[in-house]
């Protein structure tokens, strides 16, 4: 089933929702920028404070803050997903040109539009502007400060005047208020009047229709205590009035009205909020550049992200087909066969990359099928070859060209006692092989030999064939011939030891009859003093005995009987055996250990127990012949113990001189011995009864250090009664 390869998409309504959300929040970021560019600029029909202006910035800050880290998150999702480099690096080119695209422009409108606001407001701002606006203010200030000196001077000169005639006032004369109109006219008030500190009207001249009392404020009355004039302007009515102190009447005040022009002094406000205005601007005017730097520095980032933004959705639309292709390739480089890439609904190259992709896929798995199944068919074939080859009981070795081993089979290891053979050189595991080797190599043709190998301390026969292989290196098959050799020498020797019987038995009876005879008969006749008659005829009797004893035991050799195989307790038999053959040599210590109190075995009692018996027989005979000024007492050490494979070992160990190393391997063979008298036949039974149990012998010598012989013997613990030719179960070595 082919794999399409997907992007894990969200649900439609996410999808939706975070649309509707980037959406929102782009008009949100576009309001504050307005709202900013507006405050900033002035239009705005609020009041630009600097506080307001302030939250502005923050919020702008805010979202700008959020669209960045929407893009960042955006960008590591990208990352983190399963891209390959080459698309990340893609990914990065087009966030690239679209961030270019967007700083570029604004850098430039950002210089020019530094300079031209920078020129602006130097103009704004120079030398010339400041003294235009400086005087024009000064010229209004100066008119008003005209018509207030003017009044404070006529209101002096009327009090001093009234200061004068205040008798008249005092007296309630009727003369004082024509005189008090008469200043007022002089003066050119509209309307003067003499009150007292309640605001209480004493005296009066004007158009009192025209201009009503307005009574002073307190203020005023201090202010004229003191001794000045206290002016105050009435703006809606056109006036401004003056009050000042009459020193010659106690609690009297004159007060006047003079009328001014309104549009002079609405022009001196004006000049003075001019004034005040410019100096403002002109303290603001750093603030402004900096508000002014601030926003567009908002408003080419809103730009950035923006673009930035654009440039990621951008480089996933153009690189998540190729994004897909590159986890494809991914995938096959994986072993992944089955992969497929949905092709863009739009035919363009990436249309056509896709699907000449999943045909190329297509295409190799199929290929990789017929490969797949070639390799199992090869391989049960290569297992079937290698279980033949570790099961087969001859040995195999494969070299190359070089005779480096490549190939040893189980059973090679074993005959030739190596571990792990491979890579070695085949000089090194048998060096026998290696000429034999060499020559089929260099023949071509098939090699057959036959030879002894030294394997460990034993030598063996083997039958050897080496062949080169069509690859160039050699195969070498080998199989152990020994016991087969040895069988076949003591089927030999047991024919040999049956006709030498019969001849040799045939003469010894008759000349053993007639040496009687000669002594019935010539005894006494022949009798002298030395006895040389006697003595030879009792050396004939001796020698005839002893041949006798000879013909006995190449009659047991040539007529031993197969195994009667039946259950027996073995630990039972080596007592008895231990214990009979104490009885007979007194003198040597012999020693039964096992960690067994029973152990029943199939085999033949009485053979096995002929040759454990020999053996402790020759044992001790070999103590005997140890020199009597040897100080060590003698002892024999028998042990039994479970052996590998279901078998059961027996150790058979001496303290007297051991084995000769120069004829240890041939003791087992027939009329092989090291002693004077001896027939070289006990160990050749003693090794034909093991072989006929299906088990295995070896002689050595001590290995710690210590003088003395060790045989061991392994058995199986169902035996089977061997033939003529024999087969053996297990391999009998000698070490």
Same mark, same amino acid.
């Given at each position: 089933?082919?794999?399409? %390869?997907?992007?894990?998409?969200?649900s439609?309504?996410?999808?939706?929702?975070?649309?509707?959300?980037?959406g929102?929040?782009?008009?949100?970021?576009?309001?504050?920028?307005?709202a900013?560019?507006?405050?900033?600029?002035?239009?705005?029909?609020?009041?630009?404070?600097?506080?307001?202006?302030?939250?502005?910035l923050?919020?702008?800050?805010?979202?700008i803050?959020?669209?960045?880290?929407?893009?960042?998150?955006?960008?590591?999702? #990208?990352?983190?997903a399963?891209?390959?480099?080459?698309?990340?690096?893609?990914?990065?080119?087009?966030l690239?040109?679209?961030s270019?695209?967007?700083?570029?422009?604004?850098?430039?409108?950002?210089?020019?539009?530094?300079? #031209?606001?920078?020129?602006?407001?130097?103009?704004?701002?120079?030398?010339?502007?400041?003294?235009?606006?400086?005087?024009?203010?000064?010229?209004?200030?100066?008119?008003?400060?005209?018509?207030?000196?003017?009044?404070?001077?006529d209101?002096?000169? #009327?009090?001093?005047?009234?200061?004068?005639?205040?008798?008249?006032?005092?007296?309630?004369?009727?003369? /004082?208020?024509?005189y008090?109109?008469?200043?007022?006219?002089?003066?050119?008030?509209?309307?003067?009047?003499?009150?007292?500190?309640?605001?209480?009207v004493?005296?009066?001249?004007?158009?009192?229709a025209?201009y009503?009392?307005?009574?002073?404020?307190?203020s005023?009355?201090?202010?004229?205590?003191?001794?000045?004039?206290?002016q105050?302007?009435?703006?809606?009515?056109?006036?401004?009035?003056?009050?000042?102190?009459?020193?010659?009447?106690?609690?009297? /005040?004159?007060?006047?009205?003079?009328p001014f022009?309104?549009?002079?002094?609405?022009?001196?406000?004006?000049?003075?909020?001019?004034?005040?205005?410019?100096r403002?601007?002109?303290?603001?005017?750093?603030?402004?550049?900096?508000?002014? &730097?601030?926003? /567009?520095?908002?408003l080419?980032?809103?730009?950035?992200?923006?673009?930035?933004?654009l440039?990621?959705?951008?480089?996933?639309?153009i690189?998540g087909?190729?994004?897909?292709?590159?986890?494809?390739?991914?995938?096959?480089?994986d072993?992944?066969?089955?992969?497929?890439?949905? @092709?863009?609904?739009?035919?363009?190259?990436?249309?056509?990359?896709?699907?000449?992709?999943?045909?190329?896929?297509?295409?190799? @798995?199929q290929?990789?099928?017929?490969?797949?199944?070639?390799?199992?068919?090869?391989?049960d074939?290569?297992?079937?070859?290698?279980?033949?080859?570790?099961e087969?009981?001859?040995? %195999?070795?494969?070299?190359?060209?070089?005779?480096?081993?490549?190939?040893?089979n189980?059973?090679?290891?074993?005959?030739?006692?190596?571990?792990?053979?491979?890579?070695?050189?085949?000089?090194?595991? @048998?060096?026998?092989?290696?000429?034999?080797?060499?020559?089929?190599?260099e023949?071509?043709?098939?090699i057959?030999?036959?030879?002894?190998v030294?394997?460990?301390?034993?030598?063996?026969?083997?039958?050897?064939?080496?062949?080169?292989?069509? &690859?160039g290196?050699c195969v070498?098959?080998?199989?152990?011939?020994?016991?087969?050799?040895? &069988?076949?020498?003591?089927?030999?020797?047991?024919?040999?030891?049956?006709?030498?019987?019969?001849?040799?038995?045939n003469?010894?009876?008759?000349?053993?009859?007639?040496?009687?005879?000669?002594?019935?008969?010539?005894?006494?006749?022949?009798?002298?003093?030395d006895?040389?008659?006697?003595?030879?005829?009792?050396t004939?009797?001796?020698?005839?005995?002893?041949?006798?004893?000879m013909?006995?035991?190449?009659?047991?050799?040539?007529?031993?009987?197969?195994?009667?195989?039946?259950?027996?307790?073995?630990?039972?038999?080596?007592?008895?055996?231990?214990?009979?053959?104490?009885?007979?040599?007194?003198?040597?210590?012999?020693?039964?250990?096992t960690?067994?109190?029973?152990?029943?075995?199939?085999?033949d009692?009485?053979l096995?127990?002929?040759?454990?018996t020999?053996?402790?027989?020759?044992?001790?005979e070999?103590?005997?012949?140890?020199?009597?000024?040897?100080?060590?007492?003698?002892?024999?050490?028998?042990?039994l113990?479970?052996?590998?494979?279901?078998?059961?070992?027996?150790?058979?160990?001496d303290?007297?001189?051991?084995?000769?190393?120069?004829?240890?391997?041939r003791?087992?063979?027939?009329y092989?011995t090291?002693?004077?008298?001896?027939?070289?036949l006990?160990?050749?039974?003693?090794?034909?009864?093991i072989?006929?149990?299906?088990?295995?012998?070896?002689?050595?010598?001590?290995?710690?250090?210590?003088?003395g012989?060790?045989?061991?013997?392994?058995?199986?613990?169902i035996?089977?009664?061997?033939?003529?030719?024999?087969?053996?179960?297990?391999?009998?070595?000698?070490?």
């Amino acid at each position: 089933m082919a794999i399409h %390869v997907r992007q894990s998409l969200p649900s439609s309504a996410q999808k939706a929702g975070w649309t509707l959300f980037q959406g929102l929040f782009f008009i949100a970021t576009l309001l504050a920028a307005i709202a900013t560019f507006f405050a900033v600029s002035g239009v705005s029909p609020l009041d630009p404070t600097q506080g307001r202006i302030a939250w502005l910035l923050g919020i702008n800050f805010v979202l700008i803050a959020l669209l960045g880290w929407m893009n960042v998150h955006r960008y590591l999702g #990208m990352r983190s997903a399963r891209h390959g480099a080459s698309r990340n690096r893609l990914a990065r080119r087009f966030l690239m040109l679209f961030s270019v695209s967007a700083i570029v422009p604004a850098a430039i409108v950002a210089i020019f539009l530094g300079a #031209m606001i920078t020129r602006g407001l130097d103009n704004w701002f120079n030398t010339r502007i400041d003294t235009i606006v400086e005087e024009t203010a000064e010229v209004a200030r100066d008119n008003y400060e005209d018509l207030s000196d003017a009044l404070d001077k006529d209101i002096r000169l #009327m009090a001093g005047d009234l200061d004068n005639a205040a008798e008249g006032l005092r007296s309630g004369s009727d003369l /004082y208020p024509s005189y008090l109109k008469a200043q007022s006219t002089l003066r050119e008030f509209v309307s003067a009047r003499i009150i007292d500190a309640q605001g209480n009207v004493l005296a009066r001249a004007g158009m009192e229709a025209d201009y009503p009392f307005i009574k002073p404020p307190e203020s005023a009355f201090a202010e004229a205590d003191s001794g000045t004039v206290a002016q105050t302007l009435y703006e809606p009515m056109g006036l401004i009035t003056g009050l000042a102190a009459l020193s010659e009447n106690d609690n009297a /005040y004159l007060y006047v009205y003079k009328p001014f022009d309104p549009a002079q002094l609405a022009q001196m406000r004006r000049a003075e909020a001019a004034l005040t205005d410019y100096r403002a601007a002109k303290t603001r005017s750093g603030r402004l550049q900096w508000l002014f &730097a601030v926003a /567009y520095a908002q408003l080419a980032a809103l730009i950035l992200l923006l673009s930035v933004r654009l440039g990621l959705v951008a480089a996933n639309q153009i690189t998540g087909p190729i994004g897909r292709l590159a986890d494809a390739a991914m995938a096959v480089r994986d072993g992944d066969l089955s992969v497929r890439v949905p @092709a863009p609904r739009v035919e363009d190259e990436v249309h056509h990359l896709t699907r000449s992709f999943n045909m190329m896929t297509e295409q190799l @798995a199929q290929q990789r099928d017929a490969l797949v199944s070639a390799r199992e068919d090869a391989e049960d074939r290569r297992q079937f070859v290698e279980t033949l080859l570790a099961e087969v009981s001859a040995g %195999v070795i494969r070299t190359d060209s070089q005779l480096q081993v490549t190939l040893a089979n189980r059973s090679a290891c074993a005959l030739l006692e190596r571990d792990n053979p491979e890579t070695a050189q085949l000089g090194d595991m @048998a060096p026998e092989f290696e000429p034999f080797a060499r020559d089929a190599l260099e023949r071509g043709t098939p090699i057959d030999a036959s030879l002894d190998v030294q394997v460990g301390e034993a030598t063996r026969y083997f039958r050897l064939k080496a062949a080169r292989d069509p &690859a160039g290196g050699c195969v070498l098959t080998f199989d152990d011939a020994t016991r087969l050799v040895m &069988a076949q020498r003591q089927i030999a020797w047991r024919d040999v030891a049956r006709r030498i019987a019969h001849e040799i038995r045939n003469p010894l009876t008759p000349i053993q009859l007639s040496t009687e005879r000669l002594r019935r008969r010539y005894g006494e006749r022949l009798a002298d003093d030395d006895g040389v008659f006697e003595r030879c005829l009792d050396t004939i009797l001796r020698q005839v005995t002893d041949i006798g004893r000879m013909v006995e035991e190449f009659s047991s050799f040539a007529r031993m009987p197969k195994p009667s195989i039946a259950d027996f307790d073995i630990v039972a038999l080596l007592h008895d055996i231990c214990f009979s053959q104490g009885v007979v040599t007194p003198d040597i210590d012999i020693q039964f250990e096992t960690s067994a109190q029973t152990v029943r075995f199939s085999g033949d009692e009485r053979l096995l127990s002929q040759a454990l018996t020999n053996l402790l027989k020759n044992s001790a005979e070999a103590i005997e012949r140890l020199p009597e000024e040897s100080e060590t007492a003698g002892r024999i050490h028998v042990e039994l113990t479970n052996g590998p494979e279901d078998c059961v070992k027996i150790t058979i160990e001496d303290n007297g001189p051991g084995f000769p190393a120069e004829a240890r391997e041939r003791l087992l063979e027939p009329y092989v011995t090291t002693r004077e008298k001896g027939s070289g036949l006990g160990l050749a039974i003693v090794n034909r009864i093991i072989m006929d149990h299906g088990g295995s012998i070896s002689l050595q010598n001590r290995s710690d250090n210590r003088r003395g012989a060790r045989v061991h013997i392994q058995l199986p613990h169902i035996a089977h009664a061997a033939d003529d030719n024999p087969v053996p179960l297990l391999e009998e070595s000698v070490v």
